[in-house]
Each structure stands twice: as C-alpha cells, then as structure tokens.
C-alpha cells in the first residue's frame, strides 16, 4: 500500500491527456483500472454504474467520432486512444433512491463521479493517461454500443499511453479554497 506522500503524487502526476501514443494497453490494466471503478463508494452502496469497455477499432471509432465536433474543435483527439471506456447510469438501489428524493438530490451523479476518479487514478498509477469528457452525441454511442433507451451515458474516459510529459497545474491556491472549522 501506498504512504500519504505517495498518493498525493499519484494525484499530482493525474493530468488530463489529449495525445496519446500508437500502443496497445494491455488487457490486465484494463481491468484493474475498470476494477477501481467498481470498488468505488456510493451512497447506500447503490453502485449505479456499468462500465464498457471499448477497444475495438471499428466500435471504438464509432464512439471516437460520436465525442467530436468538428465546428468547436472539441475531442479531435479521442480517435488516438487505443481504449474508450463508456460510463451508464444505472438504477441504483432502493435506499439510495430513497435518499434522493428525501434530499432532492441525484447522489448517482457523485456516485459516477468518484467512480470515474477511482479509475482515472488508477490508470495514472498503471503509467497511462486519460481524459474524462463529457460532450458527446448521446444518441450516437447508445446505437453504437447497444445501450438500452432508459438507459444515460454519463461519461466517456479515452485511456492510453502518451509522452508522460507533465504539464504544470493551475490550481487555486490553497487558502482560497480550504479553512478550517469556518467557511
């Protein structure tokens, strides 16, 4: 198990990639970092998620294309990952919905949230990168992967290897964003 330190680098290594290297993942990878995901917390243990897995070049390519636009030059990089994984909110248990409707609150949506960072950071440790996004023609990647209608593609995380060039973090500095025992 990792110490402190070593987790707070993982995390500061965890950067959002946009190029990535003609190089194959490796299966077993791919199932750890899918594994992070689903070993994810939820609210009343609800688990709304189902994970895909695209690595398939033909689907793949489908998917790839359905996150682009061209007019607002957004995810042109997406066909360059060798893996695509697709996140579906699911029906989450009844406790969990329960809890949604007394706090007027969609708890899935964190849910997916961590889940999505559960494999993001594994995928860091396992030496690739990722970008999660979350514009994409909806309608496109249900045909493409078979999704049923009720179902919502939350999420599309591209994994792959790339230069691991970090880049340096813009981030708010600490005593804008953290007090203590007061706001």
């Known amino acids: 198990m990792t110490d402190g330190k070593g987790m707070l680098d993982l995390l500061k290594s965890r950067q959002s990639e946009r190029k990535y290297l003609d190089r194959p993942v490796e299966k077993d990878k791919i199932v750890r970092i899918t594994e992070a995901g689903r ?11 189902h994970f895909i897995v695209v690595d398939d070049p033909a ?27 697709v996140v579906v909110r699911e029906k989450s248990n009844l406790s969990s919905r329960a809890g ?20 993001v950071y594994q995928a860091t440790a396992e030496g690739l990168g990722t ?10 990647i249900k045909k493409a992967l078979g ?24 981030r708010k500095p600490p005593d804008e964003v953290i007090t203590f025992n007061r706001y």
Do not use: H
Not at 70 to 85: D, G, S, T, Y
Not at 103 to 117: C, F, N, V, W
């Open 39 to 49: 070993l994810a917390p939820s609210a009343c243990n609800g688990q709304p998620w």
């Open 59 to 85: 689907v793949r390519e489908k998917v790839a294309a359905a996150t682009e636009s061209e007019i607002l030059r957004m995810n042109l990089f997406v066909r360059q990952a060798p893996v695509l994984i």
């Open 100 to 119: 949604d409707l007394i706090k007027q609150m969609d708890y899935s949506l964190i849910d997916i949230g961590i889940a999505a960072a559960s494999m």
């Open 131 to 140: 970008c999660i996004l979350g514009w994409f023609d909806q309608k496109k």
């Open 147 to 170: 999704i049923p209608s009720p179902k919502k593609v939350e999420l599309v995380i591209s994994v792959g290897y790339t230069d691991n060039r970090l880049r340096e973090k813009m």
